[in-house]
């Protein structure tokens, strides 16, 4: 039977439930560090600060000075890492970085900045988002930089389309929401950490959003379509280790509204795989009912690359 980490009661009250990682092991928000590697990492980070982030920090490490804009004040939360002297502090945010990187970056000095970054504190998961070179330009990432990161989600499209930036702003938004907010049915960390940590694992990414009023074939008929987009970016349900599903609903979202969603995503995964639900009800600034999806597929060792410290 595959693992269903789920909780039948949903409070709907403001939920603060323990976190790990709390150093005198009492109540914490889980910070998220939003990296941009770049010009067009960075770019997409900007955009998504400027809409408001509650719960995550952000690193822009571009040492371009043409592009730099210093004459504008940096929103707050966002640090800018313009020089290979600076080294960014990744200390506040101790469960996941996400690195955003644009296919064509190939500026060693920015690598280095990330580098020196996670040696000196280093997230307890790095995940990183490739997003595709502009059109006409060569793709130029190195194995290096890649190694760096956790899992990686290959962008299927452009975000210069709007298609595929929404779909980026939907993602970052529900993964940062789940973990920084608290969640009428709060993530399970230690599921979510075991699923997502490795050496390069591939992550598929797919949202659909949810008629309303809600109720459970609504919330099926939308499983079924994040489902069948995962499948188009070649997701293969008996090569999956895990799966995060984040719930936007309302305030009058009930766990039988549920059930049948999740019990699609069970009889899909193989046994040995992880369910990991997510239900908020004040999910950052988009206000639409949906599922997101994270797919994470099993760990495969490339020749010569070894596992991280954190696979299990």
């Known amino acids: ?75 707050q939360r966002v640090q800018w890492i313009g020089n290979t002297t600076t080294v960014p502090d990744f200390s506040a945010c101790e469960l996941l970085a996400i690195v955003i990187v644009g296919a064509e970056h190939h500026d060693k000095t920015e690598h280095l900045s990330l580098k020196l970054g996670l040696l000196k504190e280093r997230p307890t998961l790095v995940l990183g988002i490739v997003l595709p070179p502009p059109a006409g330009q060569p793709a130029r990432l ?6 760096e990161l956790d899992c990686i989600a290959h962008w299927p499209g452009d975000p210069a389309s709007s298609q595929w930036r929404e779909l980026l702003d939907t993602a970052l938004t529900d993964l940062v929401g789940a973990l920084a907010q608290s969640n009428a049915i709060p993530i399970d960390i230690g599921a979510f950490i075991s699923a997502l940590s490795g050496t390069r694992q591939p992550l598929r990414i797919a949202t659909a959003t949810v008629a309303e009023p809600l ?7 939308a499983a079924r379509a994040a489902l069948a987009d995962l499948h188009e970016r070649g997701f293969k349900p008996d090569r999956t280790k895990g799966l995060l599903v984040v719930i936007h609903g309302d305030s009058d979202c009930q766990a039988a ?21 997510v239900l908020s009800i004040d999910s950052c600034w988009q206000n639409c009912p949906r599922i997101t999806l994270f797919a994470v597929d099993m760990f495969v060792a490339p020749p010569g690359v070894a596992r991280s410290r954190l696979s299990p």
Do not use: W
């Open 1 to 75: 039977m595959v693992k269903l980490q789920h909780r039948n009661a949903i409070d709907k009250k403001t939920m603060i439930f323990d976190s790990p990682f709390s150093p005198d092991g009492g109540t914490t928000e889980f910070q998220v560090a939003l990296i941009g590697l770049g010009q067009r990492g960075c770019e997409q980070i900007q955009r998504l600060f400027q809409q408001d982030l509650p719960g995550a920090q952000a690193f822009l490490i571009d040492h371009d000075p043409e592009y730099r804009q210093l004459e504008s004040e940096p929103a």
């Open 257 to 277: 509204d549920l059930d049948p969603a999740f019990k699609l995503f069970a009889e899909t995964l193989p046994d040995t795989a992880t369910v990991i639900p």
């Open 215 to 221: 109720d459970p074939e609504r919330v099926q008929t």
């Open 142 to 147: 190195k194995p290096e930089l890649l190694a």
